[in-house]
């Protein structure tokens, strides 16, 4: 059997460009497959910059709880592929096996016929045959890019539709201001679906309100005169019409986890899950997971190669606003308990690097430039390094995480340092790779 890893690379000859968003081509694929997208449990549709994958976290967390059965669509993968398509199954979801995903993607190739389609249209047409054939009680359905013509916008009548934190990102694809990309998120919604909008900075909050009600979709804001979520006394908070629960904080860590999770209670209730035992909401922030966000590696090849008593922590995080939420949180964990923060960062020539290291200043010790092997598009670690002595951050280049680490390493601390390897979801990925630590 051909491996799924030997077909997705066959698939880049099928459209020159990565990234082309459009609905036309998977609209046909889909229609030539029997229009699986129509024969879908009730989907939860999730848009948004930053906090979608986290936000979906939540939700599986709590639904899985109760006892019913999930399915997750996600994007990207971190180490392989499979992790895009969670099937789920009483008990708890798993990630696709390999010799369903290669016969959903044989399927699609022979529908496709060799037509022009990118890999993320052709994968998302295969999820949906997945999803499709496999019974389930719900399907968390993240966007890939935008969302008006992200491949996964193929669903007529979504359970309810999210916007998490809009900002700029990808804005080659989506448009140079916040509030055009927010109106491009916006196309995930549709008529009678709960618009759910989490906290947005009021030009954009604006502009998916106005969305919503274009099409039909009743708005709720998040902190907004819909519901609030907030910290007191150590446990969450949250509020709205139907009234209040008193939840355990969130395992994700991070002041912006209560965001995420806010919204992804928020979502659960609009789309009609707000009678589950309280016991499911109180397990779902307790045990919602979703690596390479503010996750500390405890134990694994390169925690080994970390100075002594030192703590290693994984972040994704590539965008200003992630950028900022970030340094926040590091900040709240430096108060709590005091340790140098180093950071370790390789990032692609497509982000806003600048924008992503200025909220560190004044907060790392020193940081650490490295390359992403795997990533043409990466920026040489030279250049991340010149950027970040450019906002005032001490920095040097180095050649690999591991370099890094074991240069650390051979250093006398006062303090073991707190070290940080962010920049990038691909970097997070090989990270995870080289740790032994593969997403479950």
């Not at 900002?167 to 998120?185: F, N, P, Q, W």
Request: glycine fraction near 10%; include cysteine; hydrophobic fraction near 45%.
């Amino acid at each position: 059997m051909e491996s799924s890893d030997a077909m997705l690379a066959r698939f880049l000859a099928l459209h020159p460009k990565t990234i082309d968003l459009s609905l036309g081509r998977i609209e046909r694929l889909l229609t030539r497959l029997g229009a699986p997208q129509r024969q879908l449990p009730p989907v939860i549709h999730v848009a948004g910059t930053n906090g979608k994958g986290s936000t979906i976290a939540f939700m599986r967390a709590v639904l899985e709880a109760a006892g019913l059965v999930v399915h997750v669509y996600t994007s990207p993968h971190l180490v392989r592929f499979h992790e895009r398509i969670r099937l789920g199954r009483p008990g708890g979801g798993r990630f696709v096996g390999e010799d369903r995903l290669v016969e959903a993607l044989e399927r699609c190739e022979d529908a496709n016929a060799g037509a022009p389609i990118t890999v993320f249209e052709i994968t998302t047409a295969a999820a949906m045959l997945l999803f499709a054939e496999t019974p389930a009680d719900v399907l968390l359905l993240e966007v890939g890019l935008g969302g008006r013509l992200d491949a996964t916008n193929v669903v007529d009548e979504p359970q309810a539709c999210v916007v998490t934190p809009v900002s700029l990102d990808h804005a080659d694809y989506l448009g140079d201001s916040v509030t055009r990309i927010a109106a491009e998120k916006a196309g995930i919604f549709k008529r009678g679906a709960p618009a759910i909008i989490a906290p947005q900075e009021p030009e954009t909050t604006a502009v998916l309100e106005a969305a919503a009600e274009r099409v039909g979709a009743r708005s709720i804001l998040v902190g907004g005169q819909d519901f609030h979520v907030h910290e007191e006394g150590g446990r969450l908070v949250y509020q709205d019409e139907q009234g209040l629960i008193d939840l355990p904080l969130p395992r994700l860590a991070g002041r912006h986890q209560l965001v995420n999770a806010g919204t992804a209670l928020a979502t659960l209730r609009a789309a009609g899950y707000g009678r589950l035992p309280a016991e499911a909401f109180e397990a779902g922030m307790t045990r919602a997971e979703w690596p390479a966000r503010m996750q500390r590696l405890r134990r694994g090849g390169l925690v080994d190669l970390a100075p002594e008593g030192a703590e290693l922590w994984l972040d994704g995080g590539h965008n200003p606003d992630g950028g900022r939420a970030l340094a926040a949180a590091f900040a709240e964990l430096e108060e709590r308990h005091p340790a140098p923060l180093v950071m370790i960062v390789g990032m692609l020539g497509t982000k806003d690097a600048d924008g992503f290291l200025k909220p560190f200043v004044g907060l790392a010790q020193e940081l650490v430039a490295v390359p992403i092997p795997t990533q043409l598009a990466a920026r040489p670690a030279e250049e991340v390094a010149a950027i970040a002595r450019s906002v005032g951050l001490k920095a040097r280049a180095g050649d690999s995480v591991e370099a890094a680490l074991v240069g650390l390493k051979a250093k006398e601390w006062e303090r073991p340092p707190r070290v940080l390897v962010t920049g990038s979801l691909y970097l997070a990925g090989d990270v995870l790779a080289a740790n032994g630590t593969v997403p479950q």
